[in-house]
Structures are given as structure tokens and as C-alpha cells.
């Protein structure tokens, strides 16, 4: 029950803060660098965000780590390949 | 095959029960080509740009339009398109490309203002908006109206003219497609503008029926004495006033004037289109694969060392999202 209470208020703080990437970047409408380095620190938060959630799980791994910051590098990426 | 499929798309024994496609390897690859991928495209955009390129079509009778749609839904007057603040948004837009820079104050200290003065146009309220690299008029526009400092500029009650240019160059190494658009108001319009007061004088027989003491309380006839609502800055721009076609050779430009007030070109491959289309589509790929991979894992209520699917998916989402609303221009 812990547990289930512990990971809705880690996903809680994941949907902030995506959340409030996706107003931000919407806000930033224009502005293609500002949008650009909102979806930076999105991903880099997103990163932070699955190396903390692992860790107090207690189930944080080299290959987990990997597999987040590959995942909001590919989203960096892309972000640029649409907004440059 | 069907094996194939499972190894690739299904946690399975084969690929240690996560989805082959969703490996550190395969993510690996994903940055990999779509790196080259970005390479390829801008080679096939410089080279061929008849063939892949970003489509553009800005026309100024557009832009003219969606402005004073916008004024007019607030209820306020239209703007006329003067060709003096076109020839300042030219000469603006020249300028950006000569001396390489995206800014309202040129790196040798010229204002908006100088360029309009110098076109000829004597300004009481005077305002400038920018705009590049987007993909239509209404792209333009709407962007403007996002932001509510540009916002500000199109509905400002004030203004009379407006003056656009829409000038292709090239900008900090990469083409660029500017609009610069330009707002004015001349004194003689400020003062037209503004309301007449109504004093009326009192009669001979308001005077006759009236006390003594509120006689002499009446007011002398006044003129109203029309307060601009910025200073005013008498420049005699006789001598300084020039041509569009004068401008570019003096600075040493070298390009169409014809041109600068429309930009239309379509490629055969708008590049905006598929870039939006292709990572659209591998987002979507990597959520329908992530979906699976969580719906047979929680299923089969396999317990393995990875990422958390739920977070993946709402990440891609969100990814999802910014694409959708993103836009290729930038405004200033």
C-alpha cells in the first residue's frame, strides 16, 4: 500500500512536470530556441526523474539509467528535426 | 515470421521479455538514424531544393488581411497599407540580411524609427513586428497574436497604416525567409482622429435669465489642443527620403526588389510536412509497442530489471504534444 502511495506521487510529479513542459512550450509559441530548450530540460528532467524513481525503488540499474537518457535523447532529436 | 514479429514487438523468452524494438540497442539506433536522417535532409534541401525544402507562401494582401480581420473583430478601425512603411519593412528586412542579425535595434544602433523616417514617413505612434521562417500568412499572424507584445501592436487603437515586407535571404548561415511588418500613424491622422469638444457658449438670452454670479462662472470658448499619445518627432525627411530601389545598392545588396513583398515557393517535398509526418509516426510506433510491452508484462506479471512503461508512454505523449503544436517560424 506504501509502495502504490509512494509511486502515484512519483508519477504526480512526473505528469507536473510534463505538464508543465507542454504549457510552457505552448506559451513559448514563436520563440523556436526558448521551445527548443524547454524540450531539453523536459527530457533532462524527465532522465532525473527515472534515475530518482529507480533509485528509492531500490531497483536503479546502469541499464535503466541508459535506457531513460536514450529515450529523451531520441525526444530531443526529434524536437529539433521539427523545430530548427 | 511470426516469430520474427514476437522477437521483435512481444516480451518473450527470445528477447528476455521486452519487445526487441525497445532494447538499449534498438533506442541506440533510433539516435543514430535519425541523425542521419536530419543530415540527409538538409543535404537534399541545399542541394535540391526544388525537390525537398520548406514550402512558403506569404503574401502581403494575406497578411493585410488576417491584421485587419483581427482589429475589426475587436471593433476597431482598419489599417490602409502605405507603401512608404512598406518600402521602412524592406529596408528593415535588407538590413537584417546585410549585416546578419534578427533584432528590432540593427548592431549599429538603427531603430525601427530610422528606417520609417528615412522611407519618408513621418510618424507620430510607430510600432514593428517580426517574423521569420514560417510557413504561410496565417502562421505569421496567429503567432503575432499569441504573443501579447506583438498582440499589442496589432490592435492598437491608434494606428493607421501598416507597411509589410516579406524578404528571402540568408540569416546566421541558414535561409530565411523574413516578415517584417511595420505600423504607423502621421500627425495629420492623430489629429483627425481625435474627438471634437463640444462647448457651447452661452446664448444672450441663457445669459439673461441666468444669476449674475454664474455668468461669470462660464467658460470661454476653448480649442482642444490635440495631445499625441507618444512625442511627436518632427524630422524633415525630404533630403533623406529614398527609393526601395535605391536602398539595396547602397548597401551593397544584390537582390530582387520586385520580390520583397510576397514569397511563394513550393517544392515538391515540403520538408516541415515530412518531418512532422515521419516523427509523428515513429512516436506513435514506439507508444503502440510501448503499450503492448506493458499490457503483456503486467499480463503475464513478469518481473524484469527496466524502464517503467507507464512513465515511457506518458513521456511519448507528451512528445506527441510538442510536435503537434510546433511550428517552424520564430517572431521578435
Do not use: C
Not at chain 2, 109 to 114: A, H, I, Q, R, V
Amino acid at each position: 500500500m506504501i509502495v502504490m502511495k509512494t509511486h502515484i506521487f512519483h508519477y504526480l510529479i512526473l505528469a507536473s512536470i510534463l505538464f508543465g513542459g507542454v504549457f510552457t512550450f505552448i506559451f513559448l509559441a514563436g520563440n523556436r530556441n526558448a521551445q527548443i530548450a524547454i524540450g531539453v530540460i523536459t527530457s533532462l528532467s524527465y532522465v532525473a526523474w527515472g534515475i530518482i524513481h529507480h533509485a528509492i525503488d531500490k531497483d536503479f540499474h546502469l541499464k535503466v539509467m541508459i535506457e531513460y537518457t536514450l529515450i529523451g535523447l531520441v525526444a530531443i532529436i526529434l524536437l529539433f528535426i521539427v523545430i530548427r | 515470421m511470426a516469430h520474427l514479429f514476437v522477437h521483435l514487438f512481444v516480451p518473450h523468452p527470445s528477447n528476455n521479455h521486452r519487445a526487441k524494438v525497445l532494447h538499449l540497442d534498438a533506442l541506440f539506433l533510433y539516435v543514430i538514424a535519425f541523425l542521419i536522417f536530419q543530415i540527409a535532409t538538409s543535404w537534399v534541401r541545399t542541394s535540391y531544393p526544388d525537390v525537398l525544402g520548406y514550402a512558403t507562401d506569404i503574401r502581403v494582401s494575406e497578411l493585410l488581411n488576417l491584421t485587419n480581420a483581427k482589429r475589426q473583430e475587436a471593433g476597431l478601425e482598419p489599417v490602409l497599407l502605405n507603401e512608404k512603411l512598406s518600402q521602412a519593412a524592406a529596408m528593415k528586412g535588407s538590413d537584417m540580411f546585410a549585416l546578419n542579425y534578427w533584432a528590432h535595434t540593427s548592431p549599429e544602433g538603427k531603430l525601427p524609427w530610422d528606417f520609417i523616417v528615412r522611407a519618408g514617413y513621418t510618424y507620430t505612434v510607430a510600432g514593428e513586428n517580426l517574423a521569420k521562417n514560417f510557413n504561410d500568412s496565417r502562421g505569421v499572424v496567429e503567432a503575432w497574436m499569441a504573443s501579447s507584445s506583438h498582440r499589442d501592436n496589432i490592435m492598437k487603437p491608434s494606428y493607421r497604416d501598416i507597411g509589410f515586407a516579406v524578404v528571402n535571404g540568408v540569416l546566421n548561415g541558414e535561409e530565411t525567409t523574413l516578415v517584417v511588418e511595420m505600423f504607423g500613424t502621421t500627425p495629420a491622422q492623430l489629429v483627425a482622429k481625435a474627438p471634437q469638444p463640444v462647448v457651447k457658449e452661452a446664448s444672450a438670452q441663457d445669459r439673461a435669465t441666468m444669476p449674475k454670479s454664474q455668468i461669470t462662472a462660464l467658460p470661454a470658448p476653448i480649442t482642444l489642443k490635440n495631445e499625441p499619445e507618444q512625442r511627436v518627432i518632427p524630422v524633415d525627411v525630404s533630403q533623406e527620403a529614398i527609393t526601395i530601389q535605391e536602398y539595396p545598392q547602397q548597401l551593397g545588396l544584390q537582390f530582387d526588389t520586385t520580390k520583397l513583398f510576397d514569397f511563394v515557393r513550393k517544392p515538391l517535398l515540403n520538408l516541415t510536412s515530412v518531418n512532422k509526418s515521419v516523427t509523428m509516426i515513429f512516436i506513435g510506433f514506439l507508444l503502440g509497442v510501448t503499450f503492448l510491452d506493458l499490457w503483456i508484462v503486467h499480463k503475464r506479471k513478469i518481473v524484469r530489471v527496466a524502464g517503467r512503461s507507464h512513465a515511457h508512454i506518458l513521456f511519448l505523449s507528451m512528445l506527441l504534444i510538442l510536435i503537434n503544436y510546433s511550428a517552424t517560424g520564430s517572431i521578435l
